[in-house]
């Protein structure tokens, strides 16, 4: 069974941290890209960094570059997302998902194969 579980979602004031993690299994991770995603309330989901398979690459949206990096543990099967100067606007649900599409689709919802049920990140001003 293909499964992804998010952790380490919670309540933060502005400027805190956070450090979610996906982990996976029931398929080839390594094989796999990884994207993170976030749904606001009232919002569309959108993509906010994905890191390739193999030598990884990273992509960020404008909107936490700098702010959050992703990284990924091959030999664990995990991936994590280190979120630093947390903002309200921080505020959503997060979600990781794996896809094996080419790596230029990697911030296309639809082109990935399996989604996570998601960690709330709540952010106090």
């Known amino acids: 069974e293909v499964q992804l579980v998010e952790s380490g979602g919670g309540l933060v004031q502005a400027g805190g941290s956070l450090r979610l993690s996906c982990a996976a299994s029931?398929?080839?991770?390594?094989?796999?890209?990884i994207g993170w995603f976030r749904q606001a309330p009232g919002k569309e989901r959108k993509v906010i960094s994905c890191?390739?398979?193999?030598?990884?690459?990273?992509w960020y949206a404008d909107s936490v570059k700098g702010r959050f990096t992703i990284s990924r543990d091959n030999a664990e099967n995990t991936v994590s997302l280190q979120m630093n100067d947390l903002g309200p606007e921080d505020t959503a649900v997060h979600y990781c998902?794996?896809?094996?599409?080419?790596?230029?689709?990697?911030?296309?919802?639809?082109?990935?194969?399996?989604w996570g049920q998601g960690t709330l990140v709540t952010v106090s001003s």
């Open positions: 998902a794996a896809t094996r599409a080419p790596w230029r689709y990697c911030r296309i919802a639809s082109r990935y194969n399996y």
């Open positions: 890191i390739s398979d193999g030598v990884p690459i990273m």
């Open positions: 029931g398929f080839t991770f390594d094989d796999y890209h």
